[in-house]
């Protein structure tokens, strides 16, 4: 078939693994943006999350932040920041810039939903008894509630990361880099393929970082709590059902 | 800042967009919800398979979505099938696994009760399962539509003839990043998802008027 | 339905019934399982399946309605093999009880009750008339009840619900699985001498699986004590269980306290009472204090002008001259009425440290007295038969 050779053919030139355009490039932009939103979103969202799992206040407050960041649409969001991001960098401003500021927004919800779901479904005994062992907030935060919550906060993490992958994809409308580029330039071009083989670029990547944090999950979850209760599905998990709260 | 001539001249072109916004976000949760329903009684019937279902919306959910959209146009050309069918998959992957997890959701014993009553199979499906799955369902149908919405703005990158608000935003930004024709297919479009999940949270109360009175009851 | 109306109550019949859970790689015997079982329950009477768990009682009860198929055997519901027919159409003909209740969580109470009538396709006003009548039957006010939901209620109301809406479409025959076993002692206690009364009304067949030997010899006019593995060990009534246990596994099951389990048979109407002196407030004191003295019981009971007691008064704290205050009554031994168990009525005299109770009618009036004495002769050997006889129809008088 046309698609299938022009795909292969597009893969295998050597042309495109060389080079600023190239695939090894455009990954590597895609990855780093990706990383740098991630850390971004985890700094802002953990401790938050985690502070409202583990006292209760908040949750409320947080739950309609999350409801709203999960509603927006992402290419609205990339918009909206570029004319407050050009004014920090004229140049990234317009390009980089604004897909990053939206990759945060966006990645923020479901890290911040399952910190504080996730601390707050720890079993309240646990953390009497820790209370009643004399451990202080913080220790009982980090001994007892993080480590059994760990799954489920990963989760939350793992669902931000395809976010963010997907996310930082769209940022090649905006004249930024990654994969996205390939499909962005190959339908200007007509190329179909390299628009097929940047799909697979992509779909691999995305696949790849579900897999990752899904491993890292799964490594997570500590021996002792490994029967009974939802364990998270190694490989790819469909979302899990929505609760509509 | 703002070019409210551009805005004024061009009031009929928002209003079309917004309309087509709608119009190809409805399409895509309508057909994606029927597809859904059928495939997730099927799937509740037949557990075995639940699991490959399961898995491939697993995998379509996980790749981005411009990378289907730019797929599909290398099949489909530049049509409305290669706006609606991610359309449609991202709406499947969300429902199928809330109605399953809705029907899944019915206790124990209601089903043993329902049986020992004498309903057929049938009846127990539409008059006990299906409305006590509903809550799950309608609580999908909000995710499926707000990100549906989402979504369409993607549709811009396919053709002009797409995109709903999102076609002012890739146009304006083609302009030189002209801000008044980004902000006016972006505000709206943030407007029009937002307002979906308001609606759907009243629905979500009209329609368990059981859960209401347990609130009621906690409270007095 | 003009057939329906006129069986109230069906006789059902397992003969040979087996089920078996064995394949290739089980064991023989699984949990739940039942073994030849051959029993006849007649019309209007309450046949109680009692055994450990895995015995196959609720097996044997499933049976009957075909929420499990038995593997080998028949039951036959007035004759008829229940295999004969269409299984959803049957269900609807039987009342079905479930330990959890399982009420339809999106619809009201009144709904609930009206299940099976709106599938057998009763008018609506036909269906709401029913429901309300037959909340009102239950003890649950249908202004009050027939528009909440089931999750508002306590689990002693839904038990209520659950069978209202089993008796909805006055089904012949009920199947009741642990139905008051999710409730707490106080609650169970009530809804059990409740449903007592309402079977005493309704006379209708009931098959009643239960795990609790004491429920079993309350509730039961037959009982059929059931042993792991599904053998039927004993069937017969309570006062024989009792008395005469068929085997070492029945007499373990039922418990070292055979005997003060037979006392919960008979009931304080049955017994003959005794004659007390009395007086009522305000009668010379003189007069009374010397047919205190005179008799051999040195306690006086004190009563009101209904005749209703107020207390003891110690026969040496009656003055001589005057007339008698109820303020000279000690606080009350327990009340008992006709229907109280001998067994229950030990148990308060005991509670309150007193040897006799005061036994009254239903407006709170004195009957005569019963003596831990007269309770402990029923149980010697010498005791009237008819006094333990009269036992096995406790459930139903």
């Known amino acids: ?245 | 800042m703002i070019d409210w001539v551009w805005l004024a001249g061009h009031l009929d072109a928002i209003v079309y967009r917004t309309w087509q916004h709608v119009y190809l976000a409805a399409l895509g949760v309508a057909i994606g919800f029927a597809i859904s329903f059928v495939l997730a009684l099927v799937a509740a019937r037949y557990r075995l398979l639940y699991s490959p279902i399961s898995a491939l919306a697993g995998i379509l959910y996980t790749i981005p979505s411009l990378a289907l959209f730019a797929a599909l146009i290398s099949i489909t050309g530049f049509s409305v099938v290669t706006a609606e069918v991610p359309l449609v998959m991202y709406t499947l992957v969300i429902l199928v696994r809330n109605i399953v997890a809705g029907l899944d959701g019915v206790p124990a014993e209601v089903l043993e009760a329902a049986d020992g009553m004498g309903y057929t199979r049938r009846q127990r499906l539409w008059r006990v399962e299906l409305p006590l799955a509903v809550p799950l369902i309608v609580a999908g149908l909000r995710l499926a539509t707000v990100s549906t919405i989402g979504l369409v703005t993607i549709t811009a990158t396919i053709s002009d003839a797409f995109g709903g608000l999102g076609y002012f935003i890739l146009d304006g930004y083609h302009r030189l990043t002209f801000l008044t024709e980004m902000y006016a297919g972006a505000l709206p479009s943030i407007l029009l998802a937002l307002g979906a999940d308001l609606l759907f949270v009243r629905v979500q109360r009209r329609v368990t008027p059981w859960a209401q009175a347990r609130a009621l009851e906690a409270n007095s | 339905m003009p057939e329906q109306a006129a069986h109230r109550a069906a006789i059902v019949e397992y003969q040979h019934v087996s089920k078996s859970y064995a394949t290739a790689k089980l064991p023989r015997s699984a949990p739940g399982a039942v073994n030849d079982l051959s029993l006849t329950v007649p019309a209007g009477k309450i046949c109680v399946l009692v055994g450990p768990s895995g015995c196959g009682k609720t097996t044997s009860l499933k049976m009957v309605n075909r929420l499990i198929e038995p593997t080998s055997g028949r039951i036959l519901i007035d004759g008829a093999d229940v295999a004969g027919r269409d299984a959803t159409e049957l269900r609807r003909e039987i009342g079905y009880v479930i330990q959890q209740v399982g009420l339809f969580p999106h619809q009201t109470v009144g709904a609930n009750v009206a299940v099976v009538p709106r599938l057998l396709g009763w008018p609506a006003a036909r269906q709401r008339e029913r429901a309300e009548e037959l909340l009102a039957l239950v003890g649950l006010d249908p202004a009050l009840y027939r528009d909440r939901f089931p999750a508002q209620l306590s689990g002693g109301e839904r038990q209520r619900v659950g069978v209202a809406r089993a008796l909805a479409a006055d089904p012949p025959l009920m199947l009741m699985d642990e139905p008051f076993g999710a409730v707490d002692p106080i609650v169970r206690e009530r809804l059990q001498n409740e449903f007592l009364r309402l079977q005493a009304e309704l006379a209708k067949t009931i098959l009643f699986v239960t795990h609790d030997i004491d429920e079993a010899i309350k509730m039961g006019d037959l009982v059929a004590v059931m042993q792991a593995g599904g053998h039927l060990e004993q069937f017969a009534p309570p006062a024989e269980i009792l008395a005469a246990p068929a085997s070492e596994f029945v007499a373990d099951f039922v418990g070292a306290d055979r005997g003060l389990k037979r006392l919960s048979l008979t009931r304080v109407g049955e017994m003959a009472l005794q004659p007390v002196v009395t007086a009522r407030a305000g009668d010379p004191a003189g007069e009374a204090r010397a047919r205190t003295f005179a008799d051999p019981f040195p306690y006086l009971l004190l009563l009101d002008p209904s005749d209703r007691p107020i207390g003891w008064v110690n026969q040496r704290h009656i003055p001589g001259t005057g007339t008698l205050a109820p303020s000279l009554a000690t606080p009350m031994s327990p009340l008992l009425d006709r229907r109280t168990t001998l067994k229950d009525a030990l148990s308060m005299m005991l509670d309150a440290d007193v040897q006799t109770g005061i036994v009254v009618d239903r407006a709170g009036r004195l009957r005569g007295v019963l003596t831990v004495e007269a309770i402990a002769a029923v149980l010697r050997p010498s005791a009237d038969p008819e006094v333990i006889a009269a036992g096995t129809s406790g459930a139903g008088s």
Do not use: C
């Not at chain 1, 935060?141 to 976010?163: D, F, H, K, M, T």
């Open chain 1, 1 to 245: 078939m046309n698609l299938v050779t022009a795909t292969a053919a597009w893969l295998t030139n050597p042309a495109q693994w060389a080079g600023q355009f190239g695939i090894p490039n455009r990954l590597l932009e895609h990855v780093l943006i990706a990383s740098i939103s991630l850390a971004i979103a985890l700094l802002l969202a953990l401790p938050a999350g985690l502070a409202i799992g583990h006292t209760g206040r908040g949750a409320g407050v947080a739950a309609s932040v999350a409801n709203l960041g999960r509603s927006l649409p992402s290419l609205a969001v990339i918009a909206i920041a570029i004319p407050v991001t050009v004014l920090i960098d004229p140049v990234l401003g317009g390009t980089v810039l604004p897909t990053l500021v939206a990759m945060v927004v966006l990645a923020v919800p479901p890290i911040l939903v399952n910190a504080y779901t996730g601390i707050a479904e720890v079993d309240r005994d646990l953390v009497e008894a820790g209370r009643g062992m004399g451990m202080r907030e913080r220790e009982i935060l980090a001994g007892i509630e993080l480590p059994v919550a760990l799954p489920v906060v990963l989760g939350g993490i793992r669902s931000a990361a395809v976010q963010i992958v997907a996310t930082a994809t769209l940022g090649a409308i905006f004249g930024g880099g990654g994969l996205g580029r390939f499909l962005v330039d190959g339908i200007a071009q007509k190329d179909d393929g390299q628009v097929f083989g940047g799909v697979l670029l992509v779909a691999a990547l995305a696949i790849a970082t579900e897999v990752a944090v899904g491993l890292l999950q799964r490594v997570a979850r500590s021996p002792g709590l490994r029967r009974g209760g939802r364990g998270p599905a190694v490989g790819i998990a469909p979302p899990p059902p929505v609760l509509g709260l």
